[in-house]
């Protein structure tokens, strides 16, 4: 019995803790905080009748604040009382009226996320943080400010989404540095050389900036690569010294080579859309085994290139390969999704057997005239676009399809096999002259979205269709 009361006596004195242990001048803080946003807090479950460790967003440890973070809550303004939290390490706020420059003397402060222009008459004091490490601004920011780079134990950087103009040459005092966001700059010139000083470099994301020229990494450790929509002006991306890299974007970026590919191991995901890219010996991904998704799409590769693993997804879409060889099939085996689009592809050959683990497939717009029959063994199809060839034929019973887009062929009429696929959500066909709707569409009892050569009023299929609810995206169905 003594036991039992003893537990439930340091069980109370652990509630009564929980609630308490903060000084008052903590205290005095949060009730100011408060005071001035109650609402918005309110609603996240601030309340002084619960327990500080409910509060969510709120982390305390050893009796003292320790991490604040209300991003997306809109806080009407940072109290003058903030200057309490000398324990404080990190803080995520967007502030839109007003920030007490006593923010600025908080000793162990190492993240700071602020969204809001509230900040900028402010940022002339950020200098006196020297223990910040991660720094992230959405404030409208013009510049990186001389105070901003005497933060020299900076190892993040987020400052997308502002209005930066120019990159200064000091960002290389920022030796420590292993992430750079400065995408969504739209306003942001310079060239992309300066980032080959950082020797430490794990993120970098110039993406929509007007950055320019060849990168050429240092950094070991570089894992996410951004340079998307800039202009490399037919350049070279040298990554031989990375080798660990997972994230590779570069996608309208005027790119001519990429050297260092055939180091990769950790690749997941790649898009290098809409660029120069040729094949040769160097584009190869032979050594990667974890690839998840890849985009090739609009360059000027002529076949497949070797794969350490099949990605989940893979676009070739708008290559010259023209003519798809047993080897290519093999490079695509085991991908769930691949587009094949816009090649000017004449045939598929029986080689298509290697794709049977396909789950969408998109073939549309090349000058194919007939699918060959091995497609019948693609058990876990559930989308099919052939758009745009000159397919006269479809005989396919596929017991997963669920989307089939024939539009733009050579079709006369509504092939038979189509009410054989019973799983069927999407159809299409166009191109010949429906007197009549086939009632046999009232049987696909999965069928969300239809298009067919049908133009006219009231027809006794289609209104059913409409009064049972289905809605026609693509097709004007009246019903008087």
Known sequence: MK??????????????????????????????????NSKRLKALGWSFENDFSEWKGLVIKDCTIQSIDLSNINIHEIPNTIIY????????????????????????????????????????FIHRLKSLQALKLEVGLKDITGEILELTNLEYIDFSNNYIENLPQEILTLTNLKHINLSNNSYLEGNIEVFNGFNNLMYLNLNKTRM?????????????????????????????????????????????????????????????????????????????????????????????????????????????????TTNDYKNLKGSKSIDLSYMSIDKLSSDIKFLNTCETLNISNNNIK?????????KRLKSLNVRKNQL???????????????VQNQFLKIPDAIFKNKQLEVFYIS????????????????????????????????????KKGMLFNNMYVECK
């Not at 000398?86 to 009226?97: G, S």
């Not at 007939?370 to 693609?378: G, H, I, T």
């Not at 006269?392 to 024939?406: C, G, W």
């Open 212 to 324: 320019f020229g060849n990168f050429k990494s240092k950094s070991e450790n570089l894992k996410h690569l951004n340079l998307s929509n800039i202009d490399m002006n037919k350049g070279v991306l040298d990554i031989s010294k990375s080798s660990g890299i997972e994230f590779l974007k570069v996608k309208n970026a005027e790119l001519k080579k990429i050297l260092g590919l055939q180091k990769q191991k950790k690749l997941k995901i790649v898009d290098i859309s809409n660029n120069f890219i040729s094949t040769d010996d160097n584009f190869t991904f032979k050594l990667c085994e974890q690839l998840d998704s890849l985009n090739f799409s609009k360059n000027e590769l002529t076949k497949v290139p070797s794969l350490g693993s099949s990605p989940a997804y893979i676009n070739f879409s708008s290559n010259p390969i023209f003519s798809l």
């Open 370 to 378: 007939e699918l060959p029959k091995e497609l019948a063994d693609f």
């Open 3 to 36: 036991k039992l009361l003893f537990i439930v006596f340091i069980f109370c004195i652990q509630q009564i803790q929980g609630v308490s242990c903060l000084n008052e001048d903590e205290k005095e803080f949060l009730e100011e905080l408060m005071a001035k």
């Open 431 to 466: 191109d010949f002259e429906l007197k009549k709707v086939p009632y046999q569409f009232l049987e696909l009892k999965y069928l969300k979205d239809l298009y067919v050569p049908f133009t006219g009023e009231n027809d006794e299929v289609l209104c059913k269709l409409k």
């Open 85 to 124: 939290l000398q324990n404080l390490e990190t803080l995520k706020m967007d502030v839109y009226r007003k920030v007490s420059r006593n923010l600025f003397s908080l000793p162990k402060l190492k993240t700071l996320h602020i969204k809001g222009s509230a900040i900028k008459k402010a940022l002339s």
């Open 392 to 406: 006269s034929e479809f005989s396919f019973v596929l017991p997963n399809l669920q989307e089939l887009i024939l």
